[in-house]
């Protein structure tokens, strides 16, 4: 405590108060006297003090009933009983009732010495006290206020072995309290978890606090479900004697974050295809072509590109419409990716042309399968109904990574060349730059 400690001191006696004041104002008191309960009473209800001494026998009321209407107004603070020789069993009585110490008074004034003395332990009782309560009523909330938390909350001792298990971590994990105290966390833990357990443990050791640490646990019932936890370790004299985890289902949020990314993927989607055909679009492609020449020079790979023109597609359009048409470049579409791989990557790159890039591809390969694809589109063709099938022929044109040019434009004019070099050469024709 700082400051001077402020004591109401309740006397009737002139002479005792005057031996009263002369000697505890040499010490750290601030000392106001009264000659009555009743004043004294007033006193405490405008000001405050820290300790009460009051004299047990005083006309009009007794030191006990200052004490009883202390109690019954909530006054807490510390009351100690001053009384003649010969009334000790009374004082005693008295602290029964909530006093906190008393004096007998003698002639000596050396007993005014130990008052003072007194007077410290009381005030000194009383905060120890206060402070108690105060912590109970704060560990009363917080037990309460763990056990009517949603999220789970968990304490083991540092061995690991469950002590504590709030009606959240019941709610999330599906034990009850009864059938985990005592028992080992590994029971939500799944078994290619525990190395990570392990390590979260040994990271509290150095770091003392893990915060939204995002992973697995399992239910009563087998399921494994995603968690958020924070951990963190209990220490008494440095040393660790427990953990405390605060866990929360987060089933919900991942589920909410799956849906965005799906959610994402088709905008994403749709923004990158071409809507007929569902390939991708024009510059989407060419993202992917720059990205294709800066992978393949970071590991000197080759790879080749593919210009497909559809031939006398506008004559489609004349004759049959152009939903006939439209339904020429959807069969083409089909074909293409039918016959490309997992690796390569397909757009529309025009009205009727088509652009596929095929990494790890030499000019020989792409060749062939350039072959293989025009042998598909002739075989099939689009048929309209029983009478009329239309016969569908591509122009190919093929160029070379790094062989014919490290540019994407050049790139894509070389193949865009030898294309028209297949078309000069009466369509339905691969050609290869060289």
């Known amino acids: 405590m700082t400051g001077k400690i402020r004591v109401l001191i ?77 009334n000790e069993e009374i004082a005693v009585e008295a602290m029964k009732k909530g006093a906190y110490d008393y004096i007998v008074k003698s002639p000596d004034p050396g007993y005014i010495e130990i008052l003072y003395l007194v007077i ?20 009363q909330v917080l037990v309460q206020a763990i056990d009517n938390s949603a999220d789970g909350i968990i304490i083991v001792d540092k061995n ?12 999330i994990f599906g034990y009850k309290a009864h059938e985990v105290m005592g028992k080992s966390i590994n029971i939500i833990i799944p078994k290619d978890l525990q190395e990570e357990a392990d390590d979260l443990i040994q990271s509290i050791k150095e770091k003392g606090f893990i915060k939204d640490y995002e992973t697995f646990r399992l239910t009563k019932g087998g399921n494994r479900i995603p968690i958020s936890a924070t951990l963190n370790a209990i220490r008494e004299g440095g040393e660790i004697t427990a953990y405390i985890g605060i866990f929360r289902d987060i ?34 492609i060419n993202e992917l072509l720059e990205y294709e020449i800066e992978r393949s020079k970071r590991r000197r790979e080759v790879f080749s590109i593919m210009m497909l023109d559809v031939d006398n597609l506008k004559l489609i359009n004349d004759t049959h419409g152009h939903i006939v048409g439209d339904e020429v470049l959807k069969n083409v579409a089909t074909i293409l990716k039918n016959c490309s791989r997992s690796v390569d990557s397909i757009g529309r790159y025009g009205g009727d042309e088509f652009l596929i890039i095929l990494p790890y591809t030499d000019r020989e390969k ?39 040019s490290i540019l994407p434009r050049e790139l894509i004019s070389l193949a865009d060349q030898s294309m028209y070099e297949s078309k000069r050469s009466g369509r339905n024709v691969v050609s290869i730059n060289r």
């Open 10 to 86: 309740i006397e009737d006696n002139p002479l005792d108060i005057e031996i009263m004041s002369e000697i505890l104002t040499r010490y750290d008191l601030d000392i106001n006297f009264v000659s009555s309960g009743d004043e004294g009473l007033k006193r405490l209800r405008v000001n405050h003090y820290d300790a009460v001494v009051s004299d047990f026998a005083m006309p009009g009321m007794t030191g006990i009933d200052v004490l009883n209407q202390m109690k019954s107004g909530g006054c807490e603070i510390p009351l100690i009983i001053v009384t003649g020789a010969g």
């Open 120 to 139: 410290k332990q009381s005030v000194e009782r009383h905060r120890m006290i206060t402070e108690k309560k105060k912590l109970e009523k704060k560990i």
């Open 160 to 171: 690991r072995n469950i002590t504590s298990w709030n009606k959240g971590a019941e709610s």
């Open 251 to 284: 089933t919900a949020k991942k589920k909410t974050e799956e849906e965005i990314k799906f959610l994402y993927e088709q905008a994403r989607n749709l923004a990158d295809r071409d809507p007929l055909t569902g390939l991708l679009n024009h510059r989407r």
């Open 366 to 404: 792409t060749k062939a399968v350039a072959e293989r694809i025009s042998k598909h589109i002739r075989r099939q063709g689009l048929r309209i109904n029983e009478k009329i099938n239309i016969p569908i022929r591509l122009s190919i044109g093929v160029a070379t990574h790094p062989f014919d």
